[in-house]
């Protein structure tokens, strides 16, 4: 397993965001939250 430095892309730290401020949610809010 690779343990070096891990990067993710902007849109996935936007998911990331959406997911930590309000987590659970369907994912048709999730999506009209992005």
Avoid: D, F, Q, Y
């Amino acid at each position: 397993m690779n343990r070096g430095n891990t990067s993710i892309s902007e849109a996935e730290w936007r998911v990331m965001k959406v997911l930590w401020e309000s987590s659970p949610l369907p994912l048709a809010e999730i999506v009209e939250r992005l």
